[in-house]
């Protein structure tokens, strides 16, 4: 009779086999899973903005948000926000390849062109380089890459309008007062301001003027100065003195001067971020992997990871200047809006950082919960807009839980940086 001995050879070659074979169809389900979430997403929309292409017929009408009566409620080209329609069809473009897309997007970032004058505010980069600056690295014609070229040129320029070397940040605003109603603000810089930055590094780098780019250096270097507290979260707005000394670390977006308002933690990782990418200097690393922290690690932050409006919201020792009683709200509004764009610094962040990981994870969960029916919405619902649950601002009592144009982008945006990430 036939024995079977056993081979410990033999044993250890099928096994090494089998755990070949599991981990290599492990792999394959996830990558189908994260595949099959990035494409429903993209089906959405492009069910949503189908609709919104509908209703939105006015090209000085960049769609923002909804009107309460759910209509839809744009802005013209001199806002903040007109860049992100534009950028958001982009993208469903780079995703579909569709050429109806692409008319699109050409066309309402064509109707975008009187913004390479917008001097008044510091948001021509946001306006600009969210719609022209996806249209030069989709574009093929010449004729077409010519005259956008042209376009974020002249962008930069009314961007370096607002800069004073002896302050060495651009300027957000004109002189405005905080909600202490004492103090008048003569030159504000806003976190937000990072985020005007990385159409200046392009046009150095398509210029090969490096002036641009050492205006984005400069404002980068003091606003790690002067935006960071120690736990490295950050103040909405700084004041400057004419010679460059930081007078006032107020809000004007968040709940006090001493809370975290999320957008604006936001716009610091992303921006630090980029940063980052654009001179491989490590301060911006630094500065981009500590407020990532701060906002991973916050004991507030829900379980989605999508964030309440402010981090410090009711919260002992945080005092509003603004009456947030008067708001009569029976709870505290996500911000989808900082969700998304979170999500995409991090899948960004997570290539430069040695917790790349970590920074991976964190951004899957966002677009994980902002693909699930809480955040995403049903086709035909929102006036078109992708997702719901997002805060303009809460102190000045406006668009308060409703769809954003900014969310839609980010989201579009960090889904197409998750596709190309392999994680
Ligand atoms: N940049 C303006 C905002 O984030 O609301």
Redesign the pocket.
């Known amino acids: 009779m036939k024995t079977t001995l056993f081979n410990p050879k033999k044993s250890v070659f099928f096994s090494l086999i089998g755990l070949t074979a599991l981990i290599t169809t492990t792999a394959f389900l996830c990558r189908s899973a994260k595949e099959e979430l990035i494409a429903k997403d993209f089906t959405r929309a492009e069910k949503q903005y189908k609709l919104m292409l509908k209703t939105s017929t006015d090209l000085n009408q960049f769609p923002r948000t909804t009107k309460k009566d759910g209509s839809i409620k744009g802005t013209d080209v001199w806002d903040?926000t007109g860049g992100f329609f534009p950028g958001g069809l982009w993208y469903i473009y780079e995703y579909t390849q569709k050429p109806e897309w692409k008319a699109a997007a050409t066309k309402w970032t064509e109707a975008l062109a009187q913004g390479q004058f917008l001097t008044q505010h510091h948001?021509v980069g946001?306006v600009m380089y969210c719609s022209y600056g996806n249209a030069m690295r989709l574009e093929k014609d010449p004729g077409k890459l010519a005259k956008y070229r042209k376009i974020l040129i002249q962008s930069a320029e009314s961007a370096l309008t607002r800069f004073d070397p002896k302050v060495g940040l651009i300027k957000s605003w004109q002189a405005k007062k905080s909600w202490d109603n004492k103090t008048t603000w003569q030159y504000p810089v806003?976190i937000?301001n990072m985020m005007n930055l990385e159409m200046l590094c392009y046009v150095s780098k398509i210029t090969g003027n490096p002036k641009y780019r050492d205006v984005a250096v400069s404002h980068a270097l003091n606003t790690i100065k002067n935006h960071f507290r120690a736990d490295y979260s950050t103040y909405h707005v700084v004041d400057y003195a004419p010679g460059g000394v930081a007078l006032h670390q107020q809000t004007n977006?968040g709940y006090s001067d001493n809370s975290t308002w999320s957008?604006?933690q936001g716009?610091a990782i992303y921006g630090f971020t980029m940063m980052y990418r654009e001179t491989k200097d490590k301060r911006f690393l630094d500065a981009a992997e500590k407020a990532a922290d701060f906002y991973l690690n916050h004991p507030n932050l829900p379980a989605d990871k999508i964030p309440y409006w402010d981090f410090n919201v009711g919260q002992n020792s945080y005092k509003p200047d603004w009456d947030y009683n008067s708001r009569k709200l029976s709870y505290v509004p996500r911000d989808a809006s900082a969700g998304a764009l979170v999500s995409s610094a991090l899948l960004e962040l997570s290539t430069f950082s040695l917790q790349g990981k970590r920074y991976f994870q964190s951004a899957e969960q966002m677009l994980e919960s902002l693909s699930g029916d809480g955040y995403l919405a049903q086709t035909g619902t929102n006036s078109g807009f992708i997702l719901k649950h997002s805060v303009?601002?809460f102190p000045h009592n406006s668009e308060i839980d409703v769809p954003l144009i900014?969310a839609d982008y980010y989201f579009l945006e960090a889904l197409l940086r998750y596709q190309k990430l392999k994680g």
């Open positions: 903040w948001d946001f806003i937000d977006q957008r604006g716009w303009g601002s900014y």
